[in-house]
């Protein structure tokens, strides 16, 4: 899904000029934007806003409570959810 939303994001920034790598990260972030809202709107916490207690693996995801073990961990959820 995020691939068409870069494709049509890349021709909404570039138009008739050539493309530079900065268009493809602008277009990537903003795919990626769109994909997040959309989940939230669906429901769905991709785990954005996280907060550990100093010195403690612990992070704990401030929007849905949801407790990881590691970033790592984190990490791995949030490919899964966004399919990257």
Do not use: W, Y
Request: glycine letters at 10%; charged letters at 25%; proline letters at 4%.
């Amino acid at each position: 899904m995020i691939d068409h939303t870069i494709a049509a994001r890349l021709v909404k920034l570039i138009g008739a000029r050539k493309m530079n790598d900065i268009d493809m990260e602008q277009a990537r972030m903003e795919a990626l934007g769109d994909e997040i809202a959309r989940l939230r709107k669906l429901g769905i916490c991709t785990h954005g806003h996280l907060q550990g207690p100093p010195g403690k693996p612990v992070l704990t995801c401030l929007d849905c409570g949801t407790e990881f073990g590691s970033h790592q961990e984190v990490n791995e959820s949030r490919r899964h959810l966004l399919n990257e």
